[in-house]
T-cell receptor, first 117, second 114 residues
Framework: GAVVSQHPSWVICKSGTSVKIECRSL??????MFWYRQFPKQSLMLMAT?????????EQGVEKDKFLINHASLTLSTLTVTSAHPEDSSFYIC?????????????FGPGTRLTVT | AQSVAQPEDQVNVAEGNPLTVKCTYS??????LFWYVQYPNRGLQFLLK??????LVKGSYGFEAEFNKSQTSFHLKKPSALVSDSALYFC????????????FGTGTRLLVSP
């Protein structure tokens, strides 16, 4: 099946700094990418959706200026958490979907554990 | 709006016994339904999907799910559970509007005891 990678797998940063998380589709072109956030023992919360070359569409309640999403190519999307605070600590998961016959499935990255101290 | 419900937070089953993880859906029109599994500190792995066709869908790792339109259910099943099946399972439905995002249930933790 299709592979989605995330980097880094875990990151610790100090409060007030920014951190960037990369999401790559390794063997297919991802026309649409999704960013999720997951709190311990909870379901996935969709943060935003992006199409390649377009601005991301954010879910209600998600601060677009805090969580910057860039989908610059068909294989790469980035999530930048700006001015991070301890409450931003979470597990962030990206997902990618291609086009055509493969568009029914979303492929998920392994996730990035962010800890803000 | 499309939604799925997973009524059980946790399911406990002994190894070798059959397992069922429940999911019901609420959609307009024909649903696109999915099951994913998540192991600790990992992303989601696709198990199976129902788009159309046969109501019994077979997926990865010996799992299967039965689409039941009259009961609006899509329960995940496996004839004989393994300890390694212990994980968090998510049912999802694909939204038909906009970006057609996946809408997830709250998840069910499956614990298979030796």
């Amino acid at each position: 099946g299709a592979v989605v990678s995330q980097h880094p797998s875990w990151v610790i940063c100090k409060s007030g700094t920014s951190v960037k998380i990369e999401c790559r589709s390794l063997d297919f072109q991802a026309t649409t990418m999704f960013w999720y956030r997951q709190f311990p023992k909870q379901s996935l919360m969709l943060m935003a959706t992006s199409n390649e070359g377009s601005k991301a569409t954010y879910e209600q309640g998600v601060e677009k200026d805090k969580f910057l999403i860039n989908h610059a190519s068909l294989t790469l999307s980035t999530l930048t958490v700006t001015s991070a605070h301890p409450e931003d600590s979470s597990f962030y998961i990206c997902s990618a979907r291609g086009s055509g016959p493969s568009s029914y499935e979303q492929y998920f990255g392994p996730g990035t554990r962010l800890t803000v101290t | 709006a499309q939604s799925v419900a997973q009524p059980e937070d946790q399911v406990n089953v002994a190894e070798g016994n059959p397992l069922t993880v429940k999911c019901t859906y609420s959609v307009s029109g024909n649903p696109y339904l999915f099951w994913y599994v998540q192991y600790p500190n990992r992303g989601l792995q696709f198990l199976l999907k129902y788009i159309t066709g046969d109501n019994l869908v077979k997926g990865s790792y010996g799992f299967e799910a039965e689409f039941n339109k009259s009961q609006t259910s899509f329960h995940l099943k496996k004839p004989s559970a393994l300890v390694s099946d212990s994980a968090l399972y998510f049912c999802a439905v694909r939204d038909k509007q906009g970006f057609q995002k996946l809408v997830f249930g709250t998840g069910t933790r499956l614990l298979v005891s030796p």
